[in-house]
């Protein structure tokens, strides 16, 4: 079981706040994400619910049971930390069964669910060296390995894959996910890329400046973003937000098209522009424009469009996925 | 071409090492080679060749009585050192792990004690060392010692234990570990390499130190500084005994540190790069 419940929970540093006052509830089985640019109090939350960080009111419990005076050992969590966090001075096999040891399991059982783990994350070849000699993906492993032979309630991730480069980001993962698929078990995941909380989420959380802006699947996320800061952080690219007559127009103050709803057009549209920088990937194609009256307007197109830096170009926003936010920022109904 | 000139740099730089590093050395080489002469030899001017006589060996160790001090200066550089390690293993720790807004300012007036001449304390040191009854004692000179040291003994563990990582820290209580495991498992055994460096550094420091060690002793607790000391004042031209007993002083010395230079170098230069 893994249901983590958070009620009025807040944290500050001395006269600082970083959180001011969250509730949340995390289901069991769960893969949230907590999403939100750097600063905006995401990892603090985490650690808050890990158990290292003291909360500065309210309560977490976990299933149930209030854990907020609880030690992080009494919690029945993993974490796995941007840094490793390995312990230099054991070999892969030994960091893997330090959780197992402290939990005073039996030599033949810790060997065993070393065994379990490190076939599971491709770790068999390399189980009696020492972390200086992994890479960082190979480290990155031992850590998770070192997180689910404890079969914890939940994991907590923060920022895991931050360290490493693009493809092996990607490869990570695909990994992560499907670890979550085969172990059913609540996960909560830090990051501040949008791409992994879309990839790998059920449930993402946006936050900003430890306030929770909205909590949804990443498509209820993509399609009814509720304020403007959501609109603006998840999707890539970015949404394209205009204020102004066009947004007049619509009768709001700001209104927001995603790059990819937006008509592309060498003859007739709505707006008249001008092909800035065109990027051709051969699958999309993406062109930054310059249109009369409103800015800069990213848009995507798929497949190969033909035109290129310079050319004047006549685009259409699909008016059904047009967003309407108020002065407020927030959100009208479409 | 690049790698020509990379190779004569090398050598240029390797030479010039050599001849710094048997600069610096030539003191002590000539001390053990004048230990090996005649006095006759020994007063007739520059000789790089002794005749290898064990005459003054011989002497020095009838005339004082060598492992008397010996023992003084083990008790007194181990003792001294082990104290200090006490006092500072969890004043570095806390330290490093829970600073304060004050910690930088503790480094730096701790370090500061270490600015003023040892000279200019000498007379309150030395009354009150006689009126407690601690001259000439193992007890007082091993206390005094530790003091003298426990500034540098802080500032090095002190970055030694900034080097590790919090996180691992918290990960091993995330892994479930007590305080008790975190300290045994974690702490200990990733600590232990600075702990060790600093300990030998210590040990080298106190055998060394003749100050005070000559300043408040006179035979019972006398370590092996006294030792040369008291061939140097009666006995002044004695140059031979002399520097038979300076050799025996350091040889231990230099034998320690010979084995131990790697874990030492580590010490002295660890934190200088990431």
């Known amino acids: ?334 | 071409m690049a790698r020509a000139v990379t190779t004569q740099h090398k050598t240029i730089a390797t030479t010039a090492a050599w001849i710094v590093a048997l600069l610096i050395f030539f003191p002590i080489l000539y001390t053990i080679i004048t230990s090996f002469k005649s006095e006759q030899e020994a007063i007739q001017g520059f000789a790089l060749i002794p005749s290898g006589t064990t005459e003054s060996y011989a002497e020095v160790q009838a005339q004082s009585g060598y492992f008397k001090f010996f023992l003084n200066s083990v008790i007194l550089s181990v003792g001294s050192t082990v104290l200090a390690l006490l006092i500072a293993v969890p004043a570095a720790w806390s330290m490093a792990f829970s600073p304060t807004k004050r910690t930088k300012d503790i480094l730096m007036w701790m370090l500061s004690t270490k600015m003023m001449p040892a000279v200019a304390v000498l007379f309150p040191i030395y009354l009150i060392f006689r009126d407690t009854g601690l001259l000439d004692s193992r007890i007082g000179l091993t206390v005094m010692l530790m003091l003298i040291n426990l500034p540098i003994v802080v500032w090095m563990l002190y970055t030694y234990f900034r080097e590790i990582p919090g996180e691992i820290l918290e990960a091993a209580r995330m892994d479930g570990a007590s305080l008790w495991n975190e300290i045994i498992y974690v702490l200990t055994p990733m600590a232990v390499p600075g702990i060790a460096s600093t300990m030998l550094l210590n040990i080298i420091l106190a055998w060394n130190e003749a100050f005070w060690t000559i300043r408040l002793t006179t035979t019972d607790a006398a370590p092996l500084t006294a030792f040369i000391s008291s061939f140097s004042s009666p006995q002044g031209l004695f140059w031979a005994k002399l520097s038979a007993a300076s050799t025996l002083a350091i040889a231990p010395i230099l034998i320690m540190g010979w084995f131990s230079q790697k874990q030492l170098v580590r010490g002295l230069t660890f934190g200088a790069v990431k």
Not at chain 1, 10 to 30: Q, R, W, Y
Not at chain 1, 111 to 122: E, F, G, P, S, T
Not at chain 1, 126 to 154: K, N, W
């Open chain 1, 1 to 334: 079981m893994g249901n983590i419940t958070l009620k009025n929970v807040s944290k500050s540093f001395g006269s600082t706040t970083i959180i001011p006052n969250i509730d949340l509830n995390i289901e069991d089985g769960e893969f949230v994400v907590f999403v939100g640019p750097s600063g905006c109090g995401k990892s603090t939350l985490l650690r808050l619910i890990a158990g290292l960080e003291d909360t500065s009111g309210g309560t977490i419990s976990i299933d149930g049971r209030d854990v907020t005076q609880e030690a992080p050992a009494k919690r029945k969590l993993a974490m796995v930390f941007q840094s490793y966090a390995l312990y230099p001075h054991m070999t892969v096999a030994k960091n893997i069964a330090f959780p197992l040891k402290m939990a005073g399991e039996d030599q033949a059982t810790i060997d065993k669910k070393v065994k379990d783990a490190a076939r599971v994350l491709n770790l068999t070849n390399y189980l009696e060296r020492r972390p200086g000699q992994l890479s960082g993906g190979q480290r990155q492993r031992v850590a998770i390995g070192r997180a689910i032979v404890r079969q914890p309630s939940a994991f907590l991730f923060d920022e895991p894959l931050s360290n490493l480069d693009a493809a092996l980001r990607g490869t990570m993962r695909l990994e992560i996910s499907e670890l979550h698929h085969q172990l059913k078990t609540t996960m909560i995941y830090v990051t501040h890329d949008q791409v992994e909380a879309m990839t790998m989420a059920d449930k993402i959380v946006v936050l900003n400046a430890g306030n929770i802006e909205q909590v949804g699947s990443p498509m209820e996320l993509y399609r009814t973003p509720k304020n403007l800061f959501v609109a603006g952080f998840i999707g890539s690219p970015k949404m394209n937000l205009i204020e102004g007559a066009p947004a007049d127009k619509y009768g709001a103050k700001t209104i927001g098209i995603r790059p990819e709803h937006i008509n592309i057009s060498t003859t007739a549209g709505d707006w008249k522009a001008t092909v800035g920088v065109a990027e051709h990937l051969g699958s999309d194609t993406f062109l930054h424009v310059q249109t009369d009256g409103i800015g800069t307007i990213n848009v995507r197109a798929d497949g190969e469009v033909a035109v290129k830096h310079g050319d004047t170009v006549y685009l259409t926003p699909d008016k059904t996925k047009l967003h309407r936010f108020g002065a407020d920022g927030k959100a009208l109904a479409q």
